[in-house]
């Protein structure tokens, strides 16, 4: 808005409305005054130029994003806590019992145990917000002691632990919101409910699947996973609570019977030929294939919620090959033994299984 407020324009301003009897050459008295007064005037329209944009959803960033978004009642998603299954043996391998609120470590990070599954399988929660609680698996050391305990392992994420959301995904929801008005019980009303839940990363909404009055929303989780079946109750039962269903007293209007299941995972096994550059092996691309492919069906995931069904599509996988340093041409590209594309139901997403590279 004020970008042509520069220190030249400011100072050739500031200039032009003194005489032209005065010296005004580079270093007389007045340049000097003027030159020191236009640097401040530059830098309070610099200033102006940068409240502006923050006065503005699509341009604004951080804590003003947040204070503008919260004026429509779109507050930024904070961070939550990874919850993952502990397994708990004694010294004959057995499973065992630990008490609840036991403390364990793995790395940096500690997990305290919050509610029992089964005999010697706990839900246990990370003491730190945000995704690295989802990242570590192995062996658990007990910081409380626990008799007869032997050994405990870091399993399963069971709820996907969440970093605060960033300013882009905050901004693309308040215009979600804005522009596709949710309200009582509407397909955005749905996804805005749901996608709020601690864990979820995406939902679509299937209205009247079964009926009149019946709703199934289909999630997966914020690591973009298949959700794991207590993250799945979790939704349910704020939702709409399996015991007295449609009486409204979950989130869910009044008389709407809303079924919460999560996304289907298909394996996708990947064999392809390879040519590559002189003195280049299969060995030396292996990973970095396989690294290429992961990407692709990382991202397909993570569109998953937008799209009426994904296609997973040998193009695109033979175009990521081809930017693998060493490859030079790609053919023969198969997806489960077959040369075709792979068309995933709406409720289902891709795994990568199997990545077999010819020479």
Request: charged letters at 25%.
């Amino acid at each position: 808005m004020y970008e042509h407020k520069t220190f030249e324009s400011l100072l050739e301003q500031m200039l032009d409305y003194i005489r032209n009897d005065v010296d005004k050459r580079e270093g007389s008295l007045v340049y000097s005054s003027s030159a020191a007064a236009a640097v401040i005037f530059a830098q309070l329209y610099a200033d102006l130029t940068i409240n502006d944009r923050l006065s503005f959803a699509d341009t604004s960033s951080g804590e003003y994003l947040s204070r503008r978004t919260a004026e429509h009642g779109v507050n930024r998603y904070g961070a939550s806590k990874a919850r993952r299954k502990g397994l708990f043996f004694n010294n004959e391998g057995k499973p065992v019992d630990v008490p609840i609120g036991t403390r364990f470590s793995i790395g940096d990070l500690n997990y305290i145990v919050l509610s029992r599954i089964e005999k010697g399988q706990y839900a246990l929660e990370c003491e730190v917000t945000g995704v690295v609680g989802n990242e570590q698996f192995g062996t658990l050391l007990p910081i409380d002691y626990v008799e007869g305990l032997s050994r405990a392992e870091l399993a399963d994420v069971l709820i996907p632990g969440e970093d605060e959301e960033d300013d882009e995904a905050l901004r693309l929801r308040f215009f979600e919101a804005v522009n596709e008005k949710p309200f009582g019980g509407n397909i955005a009303d749905y996804k805005q409910k749901i996608n709020a839940i601690a864990g979820v990363g995406g939902v679509k909404v299937f209205p009247t699947w079964r009926g009149g009055g019946t709703v199934k929303c289909t999630i997966i989780a914020s690591d973009f996973s298949p959700p794991s079946p207590e993250l799945v109750d979790e939704v349910q039962t704020i939702m709409d609570p399996e015991v007295n269903q449609g009486k409204g007293l979950g989130l869910a209007p009044v008389g709407h019977h809303v079924t919460i299941m999560g996304a289907k995972d298909v394996t996708v096994n990947v064999e392809t030929t390879v040519i590559l550059a002189a003195g280049t092996t299969i060995g030396q691309v292996q990973d970095d294939i396989e690294n290429a492919v992961s990407l692709y069906f990382s991202m397909l995931r993570r569109t998953w919620k937008d799209e009426d069904n994904i296609t997973v599509r040998m193009a695109q996988i033979d175009a990521r090959i081809l930017t693998v340093p060493g490859v030079v041409d790609v053919k023969d590209t198969k997806l489960n033994g077959v040369s075709e594309n792979i068309d995933l139901d709406a409720e289902e997403i891709p795994t990568q299984g199997q990545v077999v590279i010819n020479g």
